[in-house]
């Protein structure tokens, strides 16, 4: 017995809606080259984790994936590219970190995009603790001598940072909150000039992240008295926590990940979790992940997600309260 007509075509369309998001579900990904944005320019530790994860992302996923840096903005830039312009296909990753994900959107008057609606969390990479570090012509040698010497200094001492709310400016706030000690607040225009300073001695004092400063830490061209993770760095086991060294409670880190734009489906975004899960197992990468300063991370979308929404939260709250501005 044949359907009427109408009845034919009604069943063929619903059966058109019920296919269609198995169709999507199941179609092959990746489907071409993959895009992998960094929004910093190249040699930072953003960018070098990039490069770590580039040949091992190819290799699993039996695609090429390209490396394009996209910088400014304080990583807005290129964040905004991935947010608002590439496609929900899984075929652009987004490097993203603290500043853009959590803090620009307190720190910046305008933003071109909404880290939590417009960007989907795949997986946490890293959680690098940071670092305070003084020029060696500073002559403490601990957190408790340095907080002495703070309180008896007629001028507060000067810390540099890679800018306007960045993580080493944050955690010179966050510090001078828990210690009560004044801090002078000198920006730079990035990381490099900063450490730069540093080492030549016209400032003292910084907060900066362990992968950037550990070979100088490493020969003695700077001091370290603690670092602001809930536990000690493997890179730097003789120096202790903030905690350990007295200031009880005190605990931050300069955080990165991987994130595609809102709407790509559900199970792309579970081949690429499990793909760099995975990469993350393999003993030697994580020797090699570890050795730039941070432990590896890699858990799943939803604890990545979760981290977004309580960092916006506590880090946007630094930023009012500290009066900062992006500019």
Do not use: C
């Not at 039996?62 to 830039?77: R, S, T």
């Not at 792309?268 to 003993?283: E, G, H, M, Q, Y």
């Not at 997600?305 to 946007?316: A, D, F, K, N, P």
């Amino acid at each position: 017995m044949t359907l009427p007509r109408r009845s034919a075509l009604a069943a063929l369309a619903f059966g058109g809606l019920t296919l269609a998001p198995w169709t999507r579900a199941q179609a092959p990904y990746p489907s071409g080259p993959v895009r992998f944005v960094v929004p910093y320019p190249p040699g930072g530790p953003t960018d070098l984790m990039a490069r770590l994860l580039q040949p091992e992302l190819q290799k699993r996923l039996g695609v090429p994936v390209v490396i394009e840096n996209k910088g400014g903005a304080g990583g807005n830039l290129g964040s905004a590219e991935v947010a608002r312009q590439a496609p929900a296909d899984g075929q652009t990753l987004l490097l993203a970190a603290s500043g853009p994900m959590a803090v620009n959107a307190t720190l910046f008057r305008q933003m071109p995009f909404n880290a939590i609606q417009d960007l989907a969390p795949v997986v946490q990479l890293s959680a690098f603790p940071l670092v305070l570090e003084v020029h060696p012509s500073v002559t403490v040698k601990s957190l408790k001598e340095f907080l002495l010497a703070a309180k008896a200094q007629k001028e507060p001492f000067a810390f540099a940072s890679a800018g306007n709310g960045t993580p080493q400016h944050l955690a010179g706030e966050l510090f001078a909150r828990a210690s009560g000690v004044p801090l002078v607040h000198v920006p730079y225009r990035g990381a490099g000039p900063a450490l730069s300073d540093v080492l030549g001695g016209q400032v003292k004092v910084m907060f900066d992240i362990l992968g950037s400063s550990l070979p100088h830490l490493q020969a003695g061209r700077l001091r370290p008295l603690a670092v602001t993770s809930a536990h000690r760095s493997p890179v730097l086991p003789h120096v202790p926590t903030m905690a350990e060294a007295g200031l009880a409670s005190f605990e931050t880190t300069a955080w990165h990940g991987v994130a595609v734009r809102a709407g790509t489906p559900a199970p792309v975004i579970a081949r690429l979790n499990s793909t760099i899960v995975d990469i993350f197992k393999d003993p030697a990468f994580r020797q090699k992940w570890e050795a730039i300063g941070t432990p590896v991370v890699a858990g799943s979308p939803e604890a990545f997600g979760q981290l977004i929404r309580t960092e916006s939260v506590r880090l946007g709250r630094v930023v009012r309260e500290a009066g900062v501005t992006a500019d």
